[in-house]
């Protein structure tokens, strides 16, 4: 009965180690410079990011999301999708038919002729040259020449349609009133398919050609495994709206919306669980890049995870003070540790500089929940030498020193 009573409680613990694992997975808040709503945000490496939204806004970074600069789209319509397509070229489709491209990552965008001044909420491109947005009243539009000419496409409905992606010659358009429409020739031809619900749906994500997601209003979660001929609701856990859907393999997968609600599957979407959220901002978009993962949304918010940020938070607990500790070891080689300690949640910057005052590294630049982190520091590009690190949160600054011995 003891041995029974004490493998029963070990696999208790086991459990509950997993189950805390499995909803712990850390979201961090960046800094992105803006207080404008974030409509679409994709990236082409975990380094170099767009995010487009409110008023011609366009957000950029090449360093992760550490840093997020200004880039000049020439309008102040609203930008409501973008699609990189390769490390030079971008397309974005906004509001009354906006169309604008780059050829250059951002540094100047061109406007296009869509055909139309309706709504364009979602932009997908297969290749360089072949793409569709997607809009309000049915709006389809098509260009095989990256983008010097649209044409328009007969979607068959004048629902809004609010996301459109493709695999192939096989594409899916969603929006309101459960609107699932389909297409096997480049939307030649589209035809409507049963989803089943009447709520609006928002996002879709396609996993293979069988098996496509679509997530919507409350909480609503459709899949399909046969192409589109039978769409099943998923329960998702939650009420809120979905706004975006991406998986980074066939089982994982990540939805955001309302209220900054994030929630995960590991077994293909067959069950959902909430995961703990550093914001209560409407998230509207959400990509992942090899494991790095980012969401925008409302008021400039822009959060991210991944396995090799290097934050770590040791403890939700409040601390007494505010305090950078020594990093350890030291001297270090090839690796060191900073732990700092944060009373209340603040916007915090962690930043290395040489001993000339010269900015080498900045290692975070966000929001942090109170509590305490470790950040693990491995600098492959610095040489040896004595360096300094600045802790800065809110008004209050540390300053600590470390020797690089390599």
């Known amino acids: 009965m003891k041995k029974i009573i004490k493998y029963t409680s070990v696999l208790t613990v086991i459990l509950l180690f997993t189950v805390q694992y499995l909803y712990s997975q850390s979201w961090f808040r960046l800094e992105s410079n803006t207080g404008s709503h974030l409509f679409g945000i994709d990236f082409i490496n975990e380094n170099m990011g767009i995010s487009t939204g409110q008023n011609g806004e366009i ?36 509001q009354n038919g906006t169309i604008l491209k780059t050829v250059n ?33 049915g709006t389809i539009i098509y260009t095989a020449n990256g983008g010097n000419i649209w044409i328009p496409q007969v979607s068959g409905t004048m629902r809004d349609l609010n996301t459109i992606s493709f695999t192939g010659s096989a594409g899916w358009a969603a929006g309101d009133n459960g609107t699932i429409i ?35 209003t409350w909480g609503t979660i459709k899949r399909t ?89 040791i403890s939700s607990e409040a601390p007494r003070d505010f305090m950078l500790e020594q990093n350890y070891p030291n001297p ?13 949640s603040s916007k915090v910057n962690l930043s290395v500089y040489d001993i000339t005052g010269k900015e080498t590294a900045v290692l975070f630049n966000g929001f942090l929940e109170r509590g305490s982190y470790n950040y693990h520091f491995e600098p492959d590009n610095l040489s040896s030498g004595l360096y300094i690190y600045i802790l800065r949160a809110g008004d209050a600054v540390q300053t600590k020193r470390m020797l690089l011995v390599k």
Do not use: C
């Open 59 to 94: 957000r950029a970074t090449t360093n992760g999301g550490l840093m997020w600069f200004s880039l000049q789209s020439g309008t102040d319509r609203d930008l409501n999708s973008i699609d990189i397509i390769d490390s030079y070229t971008a397309f974005v489709a906004g």
């Open 182 to 216: 389909y297409t096997n020739n480049n939307g030649g031809t589209w035809s409507a398919q049963v989803s089943g619900t009447d709520r609006d749906l928002l996002g879709l994500r396609i996993v293979t050609y069988n098996n496509v997601f679509a997530v919507g």
């Open 105 to 137: 990552l951002g540094m100047m965008w061109t406007s296009q002729s869509s055909g139309t001044d309706r709504d364009l909420n979602s932009v997908f491109f297969s290749s360089g040259q072949i793409g569709w947005a997607a809009g309000n009243e």
């Open 332 to 344: 270090f080689n090839p690796s060191t540790n900073i732990e700092f300690s944060l009373p209340v």
């Open 225 to 313: 495994t046969n192409a589109g001929i039978n769409w099943v609701d998923l329960n998702s856990g939650t009420g809120e709206d979905l706004h975006s859907i991406f998986f980074t393999s066939a089982y994982t997968g990540y939805a955001v919306g309302h209220s900054g609600i994030i929630i995960k599957t590991t077994n293909g979407g067959n069950t959902w669980y909430t995961l703990q959220t550093p914001t209560d901002r409407e998230l509207r978009s959400l990509v992942f890049v090899n494991n790095t993962g980012y969401a925008a949304g409302k008021n400039g918010e822009i959060i991210k995870t991944g396995e090799n940020l290097g934050i770590t938070q």
